[in-house]
């Protein structure tokens, strides 16, 4: 059963694959686009979350919320037909979220959790 933050993301686990796959998939979409400021954008937050990741690191708050590549692929990419844009908006939006909340593995995979203010400390 997937929790609140998609299919693919119920676990710490689950967030470093999702994080590595978005690293991937942001390689061939900006040879496509290398001017792309959202895409620019994502990259340098793909960096910053791997290396505040690394290791078992936390990010502190503040690194958490300096995060918005979500909210910035939304808006770059909202109509997008395009199906390798459309699947990294989608993920730039799943990382972005359970990065703000940062929830352990119990509340990250419970369908019933529903991530509040005060989660993102």
Do not use: H
Not at 22 to 47: F, G, H, T
Not at 74 to 82: C, I, P, S
Request: net charge negative; no cysteine.
């Amino acid at each position: 059963m997937a929790g609140v933050f998609g299919d693919d993301i119920n676990s710490r686990a689950d967030f470093q694959k999702a994080l590595a796959l978005a690293r991937q998939k942001i390689v061939p979409a900006l040879q496509r686009m290398p001017n792309d400021p959202a895409l620019q954008s994502m990259q340098k937050q793909l960096e910053a979350i791997d290396q505040w990741t690394a290791n078992g690191r936390i990010p502190t708050p503040d690194e958490r919320r300096s995060i918005n590549m979500g909210l910035t692929m939304y808006r770059q990419f909202e109509g997008t037909e395009d199906l390798e844009e459309y699947e990294l908006r989608e993920l730039a939006g799943k990382l972005n979220n359970y990065l703000k909340y940062w929830p352990d593995d119990a509340r990250a995979a419970d369908p019933d959790y529903r991530p509040s203010l005060a989660d993102r400390a």
